[in-house]
């Protein structure tokens, strides 16, 4: 009986057999057949469950590409019979949801309020409402680059050879030789190895920081550090441990305790990093370089630092901290700096070691998937470079007029002024019984010092001063800072239009409070 099976069964094996054979030989034919039957092999001697697994999902996969892609009854006999007149109905009475809430009559006050310049800015740039000149105090000129003839002849110039835009990402085709030269400039300028262009300045630390700091690692920050800071620590993922705002003594007993809660858990060791500003945007307060980099040095982290304020406007030639404390630029890790801020043109660098500005140009985000800053600012940028090596007396003017404005300032009435005395921001807020940036908002009514604040920069510019307040994201940034006004320092002016401009502020602010008491 089995013989007899056998023999009745073997021309349909001999079938099989060949019907396989062709299969397999057909298959290698495919090209890249021998790599897949080379995974399935291995899988399955390795793990017979996962290729069950794995046939059932390609079935899966089949199956859902085959089905229909929706669930509709197409017969239609369940839906719902509308007239044509009903439907226009039904569209006539729809109101889409707003986007955004709307703006409360504070916010669109605050909205309309802020001035519209008619032509190039600079120290005194005309306003396109009334056509008035104004003294330009709330910029970012610091060292009057704004306007510089030179600059200009360059940026023109570059602009008739390479067009406007780059059309594309650094990585592929958006990189030419002016960036590279600028990339060249600001290393040597700094004294470090190398530095790396990014397009925006906003994005620059907030790209710098999770390119480094991962899921696991240790970062240690400052509690007041600007909204790009916290934006990069929190895409970071990093456990992060906050020192009170430039206190180095507190910073030192949260680097001990990180180090003992480590010991206690018997945890491994794992990167860990330090962020800071040099000068601190929300205050103008001046951090202790050499105190910073010793701590570092002696608890073993690494350091980055953002001078996008301190960059351009401290030290004799505008080199930042570094050159102000004469510490050399290779014991900041990641040295990251505003070409916006300090050389008017527009973007951000890192400058540190080689490794590290290369291992940014496969990790650093914004580096890989924003489009390079336009030829014409990454020439403006060396012309501003160069223009700082060449003049030093610019940042001599400047601090004269810090010097010229704090001493008019600090003998108003009413006020309170904030930060260190060479940064080129200042900060003043009104006086209360707490003294301190970060006073809790109980202490204070936020909107009401806005509104006076507010009323103090329109009654400023009716005088012919350009003024701003220091906007914040509320609900977004890690603390309520105290509403403050930021006035940024130029030495585009001298100091005799300085001191005027200053006592314009002081007599808005004695008016404005006045009316207050």
Not at 219 to 238: E, H, M, T, W, Y
Not at 386 to 397: A, D, G, I
Not at 409 to 418: F, N, R, V
Request: charged fraction near 25%; include cysteine; aromatic fraction near 6%.
């Amino acid at each position: 009986m089995d013989s007899s099976t056998s023999v009745a069964l073997e021309p349909l094996l001999s079938f099989l057999a060949f019907s396989l054979s062709k299969i397999e030989s057909g298959f290698y034919r495919i090209p890249g057949s021998a790599v897949v039957a080379r995974y399935v092999k291995s899988s399955h001697q390795n793990d017979p469950g996962r290729t069950i697994l794995e046939l059932i999902l390609v079935i899966f996969a089949i199956r859902t590409l085959l089905q229909s892609r929706t669930r509709t009854d197409r017969s239609g006999k369940h839906f719902i019979k509308f007239s044509e007149k009903e439907i226009d109905e039904l569209v006539d009475e729809w109101v889409p949801e707003p986007l955004v809430q709307p703006l409360s009559e504070w916010e669109q006050k605050d909205l309309n309020s802020v001035p519209v310049i008619a032509g190039p800015n600079g120290p005194k740039p005309k306003l396109l409402a009334t056509g008035k000149i104004v003294t330009n105090l709330a910029s970012f000129n610091f060292a009057g680059l704004a306007g510089n003839e030179k600059i200009k002849e360059r940026a023109l110039d570059t602009l008739q050879k390479y067009g406007l835009g780059s059309c594309g990402p650094p990585g592929f085709y958006g990189t030419i030789d002016v960036h590279l030269d600028l990339e060249r400039d600001i290393a040597e300028f700094l004294g470090t190895e190398a530095s790396i262009l990014y397009s925006q300045g906003f994005s620059t630390i907030s790209s710098v920081i999770p390119a480094f700091c991962k899921r696991g690692d240790i970062i240690v920050a400052d509690r007041s550090v600007n909204f790009a800071i916290q934006k990069g620590i929190l895409i970071s993922r990093s456990t992060v441990r906050w020192y009170d705002h430039n206190d180095l003594k507190s910073l030192e007993d949260t680097l001990i305790s990180v180090e003992k809660e480590r010991k206690k858990r018997k945890g491994p060791l794992t990167r860990r990093f330090i962020i800071t500003e040099g000068i601190f945007e929300r205050d103008g307060e001046m951090v202790d370089l050499p105190k910073l980099v010793e701590l570092k040095l002696k608890y073993k982290y690494r350091l980055i630092m953002d001078e996008s304020i301190s960059f351009g406007t401290m030290g004799r030639t505008g080199r930042g901290l570094t050159e102000l404390y004469n510490v050399p630029a290779s014991q900041i890790d990641m040295l990251i700096g505003s070409v916006a801020n300090g050389l008017c043109s527009a973007g951000g660098f890192c400058a540190g070691s080689a490794i590290v500005v290369d291992h940014q140009r496969i990790n650093g985000t914004s580096f890989v998937f924003s489009a390079s800053m336009p030829a014409l600012l990454a020439t403006s940028g060396s012309e501003a470079i160069t223009f700082l090596r060449n003049n030093p007396s610019v940042l001599l003017s400047l601090q004269d007029n810090i010097r010229a404005i704090r001493a008019v300032l600090e003998k108003t009435e009413g006020i309170t002024l904030l930060g260190h005395r060479a940064s080129p921001i200042i900060h003043f807020c009104l006086r209360t019984q707490q003294q301190t940036l970060a006073a809790t908002q109980a202490t204070y009514d936020c909107e009401a010092e806005e509104r006076i604040l507010q009323d103090i920069v329109d009654d400023s510019i009716a005088n012919g001063v350009l003024l701003t307040r220091a906007k914040r994201l509320h609900g977004q940034e890690m603390i309520e800072s105290r509403p403050t006004i930021r006035i940024a320092a130029t030495a585009a002016l001298t100091r005799k239009e300085v001191e005027k401009a200053a006592g314009v502020v002081k007599a808005s602010i004695t008016r404005i409070l006045s009316k207050r008491k």
